[in-house]
């Protein structure tokens, strides 16, 4: 089993309350889940209108399918229409057991 998991941080500009920050993410999370059925949750930033903290989990069982999907996942928030891409960290484990 292969844990990937993905922290991406976006930039809404346009935002002007947590209503408008909120209406973007939900968008953004069930389009993601959709097209790639994956876990994912806002996980910082919370109280920030203009800011998205967002954590995604995939699990494979390759690390090239886990690190493939997540760099997809990035490739897509990138092209984001309203979210602008600011950073991310992406990493890829097998758990021992």
């Known amino acids: 089993m292969v844990v990937g998991a993905l922290q991406v941080r976006l930039l809404l500009r346009e935002a002007r309350s947590?209503?408008?920050?909120?209406?973007?993410?939900?968008s953004i999370k069930d389009r993601l889940r959709?097209?790639?059925?994956?876990?994912?949750?806002?996980?910082?930033?919370?109280d920030q209108w203009q800011q998205v903290v967002l954590g995604v989990a995939v699990v494979s069982?390759?690390?090239?399918?886990?690190?493939?999907?997540l760099?997809?996942?990035?490739?897509?928030?990138?092209?984001?229409?309203?979210?602008?891409?600011?950073?991310?960290e992406l990493e890829v484990q097998s758990p021992l057991f």
């Open 71 to 88: 760099e997809q996942i990035v490739n897509a928030l990138r092209s984001h229409p309203v979210a602008e891409f600011v950073s991310h």
């Open 18 to 26: 947590l209503k408008d920050k909120r209406q973007v993410v939900r």
């Open 61 to 69: 069982s390759e690390a090239e399918h886990a690190q493939t999907q």
């Open 34 to 46: 959709n097209q790639f059925n994956i876990s994912i949750a806002e996980v910082d930033a919370q």
